[in-house]
């Protein structure tokens, strides 16, 4: 609309009716017309006592009345950016950020405001933080919350709100507000991949070839350049969404119709798939002198596969201390170069003995309660103590918490396939969990299978264990075979990967495919004589339609499966050594202490 025909009367009926900014017009020129005209957003509070008596509880929304209800304190004050709704890789895992945020500012004596639209979350329970707002995460209303709360404001706090948050830092930056932390400018420098690549040249550090592409004819240029396989993503995406390993032109025709739609205005990004890489997660806090590492995480599902539905474990368990000691390092030397003040979240791949730097996310991770209960440091309190201007060395004298656990903690996910029908579930590079749990005991073995057990997908400890994998898997298949035979478990196979298992000496059951005839593997999970599956299909499109009903048919009918050679190996790895063991159940509080021999630190009580 122009603003130029725009009346008091007319934009403040527009305003009255619903309209933001952007949908009326320019969004930075009808905010300053609104604010010339005096047509300010006033804020009410929720009524959550139905009118019985007068509500207490500080919820507040925007609206374009004459009356406003908020009192604004003389105390000194901090805005954090909640996550907004939850969906498939924006979860809890921010929430949680955000209510230790809240905490570790109490504790300081600063008021805690939050804007967050999620009532489903706990940083929107009433009793959280000084203040909540119920508004969009939208530019515009941030601002509007901002202004209300001037007085005394600190600043605003971005990074424990995942994407969503950190996305709205450039706009609000140009409004004048003041980013408590990393500063925009730094966060740039991590988020944008030019920059990122120029940051990693001059501290030396190995990246796997990529670059950039708006169109089919772009892109393909850009694969053929860089070779097949390569992983296509688009820019400014959450949890991965429409990233893909393609291995043709055929492929990358396909997906470049999708990838156009999600993202129109922004580069397709390529990166040369590194198969069969070892993938590490590193979470640290930085205050711009010296950097806390909370751990390194290694990847149990290989490279490939989305760090948020991969599982992890710490400490890392096959990579060369070597290597843990590089990437110590190297996150040392990134955190600082960017800048960063408060939390940061590297990815790397290890290949050949090559640290590859995958990014880095200068914000809050899913992996930080992870990290914080494996090793009992409360990084988000830290980082939120960080970014008012503390120094870890008024926090704390540990900034390698890693070194004193003398327990392990496997990280699993949780999917939401029962819930979704039709969908296959298999592992890729696009997220699809929604939720995670934790195993912890004094092995690698026991700490997996209590991950498992939570995740639901209890593994067995005997009977008839179904294989079937894609030909770059049946070598190493042939040594998890052999150890599952070992254990007394019957293999079942269809005809590909039984002839080839036969050939090398392993004996097994063969079946026929779905659609060869009766009896074949779905009609022997129907009748409960599989135990397990291990099914690894071909990452990329168009699955095969014989393994996605097998493994649609796990889903449905509750049965453990697993689609990754990573997994098939942890998993008969921890059967052998569980088989014969009980479980034993102790409090976080008693494996931290028995890491320091010691009391476990009264931040994480």
Same mark, same amino acid.
């Given at each position: 609309m122009d603003v130029e025909n725009l009346n008091t009367k007319n934009l403040r009926k527009l305003k009255k009716s619903g309209f933001s900014d952007r949908k009326i017009g320019n969004e930075y020129e009808i905010r300053k017309l609104r604010r010339e005209k005096g047509i300010l957003p006033t804020f009410k509070m929720v009524d959550t006592c139905?009118?019985? $008596?007068d509500a207490k509880t500080p919820y507040y929304y925007s609206t374009y009345e004459s009356e406003d209800e908020i009192e604004v304190s003389d105390k000194k004050k901090v805005i954090i950016l909640g996550s907004g709704p939850i969906r498939i890789g924006q979860g809890i895992e921010f929430d949680y950020c955000t209510v230790?945020?809240?905490?570790? +500012?109490? *504790?300081?004596?600063?008021?805690? !405001? !939050? !804007?967050? *639209?999620?009532?489903?979350?706990?940083?929107?329970? $009433?009793?959280?933080?000084?203040? +909540?707002? $119920?508004?969009? +995460?939208t530019l515009e209303n941030v601002l509007n919350v901002i202004e209300k709360e001037d007085k005394n404001l600190l600043g605003v706090m971005v990074q424990f709100g995942g994407q969503t948050a950190i996305n709205l830092a450039e706009s609000l930056t140009e409004y004048g507000v003041k980013i408590l932390g990393t500063s925009f400018g730094d966060i740039d420098r991590a988020e944008d991949r030019d920059k990122f690549g120029k940051v990693l040249d001059k501290l030396g550090m190995a990246s796997a070839r990529w670059s950039t592409g708006y169109? $089919?004819?772009? #892109?393909?240029?850009?694969?053929?350049?860089?070779?097949?396989?390569?992983? #296509?993503? &688009?820019s400014y995406v959450l949890g991965?969404?429409?990233?893909? !390993?393609v291995h043709d032109e055929v492929e990358l025709e396909e997906y470049m119709k999708e990838a156009v739609k999600i993202s129109p205005k922004h580069p397709i990004l390529v990166d040369k798939f590194l198969q069969g890489a070892t993938e590490i997660d590193v979470d640290v806090v930085c205050d711009g002198e010296n950097v806390l590492i909370g751990a390194i995480m290694e990847h149990i599902e290989e490279a490939g596969i989305h760090s948020g539905d991969s599982a992890c474990v710490i400490p890392p =368990?096959?990579?060369?201390s070597k290597i843990i000691s590089q990437v110590r390092d190297q996150a040392k030397k990134l955190a600082l170069e960017l800048g960063v003040k408060g939390l940061l979240n590297i990815q790397y791949a290890v290949k050949d003995g090559v640290i590859y730097t995958l990014e880095a996310n200068p914000r809050a991770s899913r992996t930080v309660p992870?990290?914080?209960?494996?090793?009992?440091? &409360?990084l988000a309190k830290l980082a939120a103590k960080v970014m008012l201007g503390m120094k870890l060395s008024e926090l704390t004298t540990n900034l390698n918490p890693m070194e004193n656990v003398s327990h392990v903690a496997v990280k699993e996910v949780v999917f939401p396939f029962i819930k979704l029908p039709d969908v296959d579930p298999t592992l890729g590079p696009e997220m699809k969990s929604t939720g995670e749990v934790m195993g912890i005991d004094e092995d690698f073995a026991m700490a997996y299978y209590k991950a498992q057990l939570a995740a639901g997908n209890e593994l067995p400890l005997k009977g008839n264990v179904f294989i079937s994998v894609k030909d770059e898997d049946k070598e190493p298949i042939l040594d998890i075979s052999r150890k599952f035979l070992d254990l007394g478990f019957e293999i079942i196979s269809t005809r590909g990967t039984s002839q080839y298992m036969e050939e090398n000496g392993i004996v097994n059951r063969r #079946? #026929?495919?779905? *659609? =060869?005839?009766? &009896? *074949?593997?779905l009609d022997l999970m129907r009748e409960r004589k599989i135990n397990l599956i291990i099914n690894t299909p071909r990452i990329g499109r168009n699955p095969r339609k014989d393994g996605y009903m097998m493994r649609r048919g796990a889903v449905e009918l509750d049965m453990p499966y697993i689609t990754t050679i990573a997994g098939a190996m942890a998993a008969v790895d921890a059967i052998k050594e569980v088989r014969d063991r009980k479980l034993r159940v102790k409090s976080l509080n008693e494996y931290w202490t028995e890491s320091r021999n010691n009391s476990p630190p009264d931040e994480m009580k």
């Amino acid at each position: 609309m122009d603003v130029e025909n725009l009346n008091t009367k007319n934009l403040r009926k527009l305003k009255k009716s619903g309209f933001s900014d952007r949908k009326i017009g320019n969004e930075y020129e009808i905010r300053k017309l609104r604010r010339e005209k005096g047509i300010l957003p006033t804020f009410k509070m929720v009524d959550t006592c139905a009118a019985e $008596f007068d509500a207490k509880t500080p919820y507040y929304y925007s609206t374009y009345e004459s009356e406003d209800e908020i009192e604004v304190s003389d105390k000194k004050k901090v805005i954090i950016l909640g996550s907004g709704p939850i969906r498939i890789g924006q979860g809890i895992e921010f929430d949680y950020c955000t209510v230790h945020a809240v905490f570790a +500012l109490r *504790n300081e004596g600063i008021e805690t !405001i !939050i !804007i967050n *639209n999620n009532p489903e979350t706990v940083s929107t329970d $009433f009793d959280i933080s000084d203040k +909540l707002y $119920f508004e969009p +995460l939208t530019l515009e209303n941030v601002l509007n919350v901002i202004e209300k709360e001037d007085k005394n404001l600190l600043g605003v706090m971005v990074q424990f709100g995942g994407q969503t948050a950190i996305n709205l830092a450039e706009s609000l930056t140009e409004y004048g507000v003041k980013i408590l932390g990393t500063s925009f400018g730094d966060i740039d420098r991590a988020e944008d991949r030019d920059k990122f690549g120029k940051v990693l040249d001059k501290l030396g550090m190995a990246s796997a070839r990529w670059s950039t592409g708006y169109s $089919f004819y772009e #892109v393909k240029d850009v694969a053929r350049e860089i070779g097949y396989p390569v992983l #296509v993503r &688009p820019s400014y995406v959450l949890g991965g969404r429409a990233m893909e !390993i393609v291995h043709d032109e055929v492929e990358l025709e396909e997906y470049m119709k999708e990838a156009v739609k999600i993202s129109p205005k922004h580069p397709i990004l390529v990166d040369k798939f590194l198969q069969g890489a070892t993938e590490i997660d590193v979470d640290v806090v930085c205050d711009g002198e010296n950097v806390l590492i909370g751990a390194i995480m290694e990847h149990i599902e290989e490279a490939g596969i989305h760090s948020g539905d991969s599982a992890c474990v710490i400490p890392p =368990q096959t990579i060369d201390s070597k290597i843990i000691s590089q990437v110590r390092d190297q996150a040392k030397k990134l955190a600082l170069e960017l800048g960063v003040k408060g939390l940061l979240n590297i990815q790397y791949a290890v290949k050949d003995g090559v640290i590859y730097t995958l990014e880095a996310n200068p914000r809050a991770s899913r992996t930080v309660p992870f990290v914080s209960k494996a090793v009992g440091v &409360p990084l988000a309190k830290l980082a939120a103590k960080v970014m008012l201007g503390m120094k870890l060395s008024e926090l704390t004298t540990n900034l390698n918490p890693m070194e004193n656990v003398s327990h392990v903690a496997v990280k699993e996910v949780v999917f939401p396939f029962i819930k979704l029908p039709d969908v296959d579930p298999t592992l890729g590079p696009e997220m699809k969990s929604t939720g995670e749990v934790m195993g912890i005991d004094e092995d690698f073995a026991m700490a997996y299978y209590k991950a498992q057990l939570a995740a639901g997908n209890e593994l067995p400890l005997k009977g008839n264990v179904f294989i079937s994998v894609k030909d770059e898997d049946k070598e190493p298949i042939l040594d998890i075979s052999r150890k599952f035979l070992d254990l007394g478990f019957e293999i079942i196979s269809t005809r590909g990967t039984s002839q080839y298992m036969e050939e090398n000496g392993i004996v097994n059951r063969r #079946v #026929v495919k779905i *659609n =060869q005839g009766s &009896p *074949n593997v779905l009609d022997l999970m129907r009748e409960r004589k599989i135990n397990l599956i291990i099914n690894t299909p071909r990452i990329g499109r168009n699955p095969r339609k014989d393994g996605y009903m097998m493994r649609r048919g796990a889903v449905e009918l509750d049965m453990p499966y697993i689609t990754t050679i990573a997994g098939a190996m942890a998993a008969v790895d921890a059967i052998k050594e569980v088989r014969d063991r009980k479980l034993r159940v102790k409090s976080l509080n008693e494996y931290w202490t028995e890491s320091r021999n010691n009391s476990p630190p009264d931040e994480m009580k």
